[in-house]
C-alpha cells in the first residue's frame, strides 16, 4: 500500500468485502430512523495486498470484487497510512503504525483490537495463508509472511496460550467449508481476519464461500 494518490486507495476492495460481510449476514433488511440497527453474530476483516485502486475498480478481470463494490459499498477516500504495509496491519490493529520495518520482530504492548475484544467478551480469530501450525508467532517458512498477520505480534496473543490457539492456517478459515459458515462461541460475537502471503497477494471468494486466485 502507499500512501498518496489513487493508488493509496488499495484498501478501497477490502472495505467492500468487508461490507459485503455485514450485508450478507443481515439478509438485506432495512430499518426505518430510530430503529436499533441490528446486533451482527460475526465479523470479517477479509485483507488483500498489493493492487492500486485503479487495477481494482473497473477491472473486467475481477468481476468479483467488482460486483461487491457495485451491490454494496465502495471507499472512495480510504487511504493507507504508511508504505510498506507493515505499519498499515498495525493501525488496523492496533491504531498506531509501530514500525515500517518489514523485518520487525517486537512485542507489541500497546492497547490493541484483541485486548478491547476480550474485554467487552468477544471472540476473534486469525485466518493466515500458508501459516504453517496453529499457535505459530514466527516467521516463515516458506511463503507466510508474518508481516501481513499483525495480531501475531500482539503481547495479547504471544504470551496467552489460549490467543495464541486463535492464529489458524488459512485452511482452517471458514471461507473454505462447503456451507460457507462460521462456528459461534456461546452468545458472543466472532471477529474473523484473514491475510494473505507475500507470493499470492490478491484473492476473491467465490460465491459457493471458498476461496480462489483471480
Keep these: 500500500?502507499?500512501?498518496?494518490?489513487?493508488?493509496?486507495?488499495?484498501?478501497?476492495?477490502?472495505?467492500?468485502?468487508?461490507?459485503?460481510?455485514l450485508a450478507a449476514w443481515w439478509g438485506g433488511d432495512r430499518t426505518d430512523a430510530g430503529t436499533p440497527p441490528p446486533r451482527f453474530g460475526h465479523v470479517f476483516i477479509l485483507v488483500e495486498e498489493n493492487h492500486d485502486y485503479a487495477d481494482v475498480i473497473g477491472n473486467?478481470?475481477?468481476?468479483?470484487?467488482?460486483?461487491?463494490?457495485?451491490?454494496?459499498g465502495l471507499a472512495t477516500q480510504y487511504y493507507a497510512n504508511t508504505h510498506p504495509s507493515i505499519g498499515n496491519y498495525f493501525m488496523l490493529t492496533v491504531g498506531d503504525t509501530v514500525t515500517n520495518n518489514n523485518d520487525f520482530s517486537g512485542?507489541?504492548?500497546?492497547?490493541?483490537?484483541?485486548?478491547?475484544?476480550?474485554?467487552?467478551?468477544?471472540?476473534?480469530?486469525?485466518?493466515?495463508?500458508?501459516?504453517?501450525?496453529?499457535?505459530?508467532?514466527?516467521?516463515?517458512p516458506g511463503l507466510y509472511a508474518r508481516?501481513?498477520?499483525?495480531?501475531?505480534?500482539?503481547?495479547?496473543?504471544?504470551?496467552?496460550?489460549?490467543?495464541?490457539?486463535?492464529?489458524?492456517?488459512?485452511?482452517?478459515?471458514?471461507?473454505?467449508?462447503?456451507?460457507?459458515?462460521?462456528?459461534?462461541?456461546?452468545?458472543s460475537c466472532r471477529t474473523?481476519?484473514?491475510?494473505?502471503?507475500?507470493?499470492?497477494?490478491t484473492q476473491r471468494t467465490s460465491g459457493s464461500g471458498r476461496t480462489s486466485l483471480p
Design 147 to 187: 508481516r501481513h498477520n499483525p495480531l501475531s505480534y500482539l503481547s495479547d496473543v504471544v504470551n496467552d496460550s489460549v490467543q495464541r490457539q486463535r492464529l489458524v492456517p488459512f485452511s482452517h478459515s471458514p471461507l473454505m467449508w462447503p456451507t460457507g459458515g462460521c462456528p459461534t462461541s456461546g452468545s
Design 60 to 72: 473486467p478481470a475481477m468481476p468479483y470484487l467488482n460486483r461487491l463494490a457495485k451491490e454494496y
Design 107 to 140: 512485542l507489541v504492548t500497546d492497547d490493541n483490537i484483541v485486548r478491547q475484544l476480550l474485554a467487552a467478551g468477544k471472540t476473534w480469530k486469525s485466518y493466515a495463508e500458508d501459516l504453517p501450525s496453529i499457535g505459530y508467532t514466527g516467521d516463515g
Design 192 to 201: 474473523c481476519a484473514t491475510t494473505p502471503t507475500a507470493a499470492r497477494p
Design 1 to 21: 500500500m502507499t500512501p498518496g494518490g489513487s493508488a493509496s486507495r488499495s484498501g478501497a476492495a477490502v472495505v467492500a468485502m468487508g461490507l459485503v460481510a
